[in-house]
């Protein structure tokens, strides 16, 4: 893995996320190298290799968080704030300890690492932090995303948050036909989860070698994405599950022609 410092002007960029004002990244790239990762684009900026490969650490991030910014910050948006490298540098942690508490703050990983930082969490007024489950285990773990912390970590992580008064969510993503079992997710989190938010793969932005991969492995999950009638049968049907299941859902997150946002009611 190569670690590359540097220096940056700013870690807030300002969002296109509906509803978000800025991203925080105080890496850049990401040790857990999930084959779909969204964040990938980024190498063609940076020449340090394959993504999963490297990773850019703002060494001057902590400094750079003191800057008065107000809206919503989210962390992370090209990176995972906890993923390993972080247990020995702590930057995350230095960079939440310098941020401005009264900023509604969203976190998202998914390292159960993450629990380390409640102390902190605690001390912003307004704090949501997410771990992103999948379901994916075995073979599809394997080819999917190898690196990443298991589901049971993941959840156990989240009840943690829960337990010690940490609003809590589970980001349900990607979801996949026939591989992320949402229903088994739900069943295993229900009481442990504060809300919800699912997104259905967006397989343009996944990049070719995964719709390769998909294609190859998992053919029948990859017609349902590439047929329209099939693809929105599946949408219908897993609004009308999530909806049975009667839980606080955000919404669902889809991406066809554009991005969307289904609400659940
Ligand atoms: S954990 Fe997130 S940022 Fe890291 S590779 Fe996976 S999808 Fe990308």
């Known amino acids: 893995m190569k670690v590359i410092k540097t220096k940056a002007k700013t870690i807030y960029t300002k969002s296109r996320i509906p509803g978000v004002d800025y991203g925080v990244n105080q890496y850049v790239g990401c040790q857990f190298a999930c084959k779909y990762c969204y ?12 993504w999963g490969t490297w990773v850019e650490v703002k060494i001057n991030a902590p400094e750079l968080a003191r800057k008065r910014v107000y809206g ?4 992370s ?7 390993p490298i972080e247990r020995e540098l702590k930057l995350t942690r230095r960079t939440l300890e ?27 007024n307004e ?32 009840k943690n948050l829960k337990e010690r008064g940490v609003k809590n969510y589970a980001f349900v993503s990607p979801i996949i036909p026939g591989i992320t079992d949402v229903e088994e997710i739900i069943r295993e989190t229900k009481d442990i989860a504060d809300y919800y938010f699912f997104e259905v793969l967006n397989l343009k932005v996944a990049g070719q070698k995964f719709r390769e991969l998909l294609m190859e492995n998992f053919p029948e999950s990859y017609e349902i994405m590439v047929n329209d009638e099939k693809f929105w049968r599946f949408v219908k049907e897993l609004i009308a599950l999530i909806k049975r299941l009667n ?3 955000e919404g669902v997150e889809v991406h066809r022609r554009g991005w969307e946002l289904i609400e659940v009611k």
């Open 98 to 124: 310098m941020m401005n508490k009264r900023n509604k703050i969203s976190i998202l990983t998914k390292s159960p690492l993450v629990v380390r930082d409640i102390d902190l969490f605690k001390l912003f």
């Open 77 to 83: 948006t090209i990176s995972d704030p906890y993923q």
């Open 39 to 50: 964040a990938k684009f980024i190498c063609k900026w940076k020449p340090y290799g394959e």
């Open 127 to 158: 704090i949501d932090v997410g771990l992103t489950i999948n379901s994916f285990e075995g073979k599809e773990k394997q080819l999917i995303e190898p690196f990443t912390p298991s589901q049971k970590l993941r959840i156990d992580a989240l």
């Open 72 to 75: 919503e910050v989210v962390m």
């Open 247 to 249: 839980i606080r859902a």
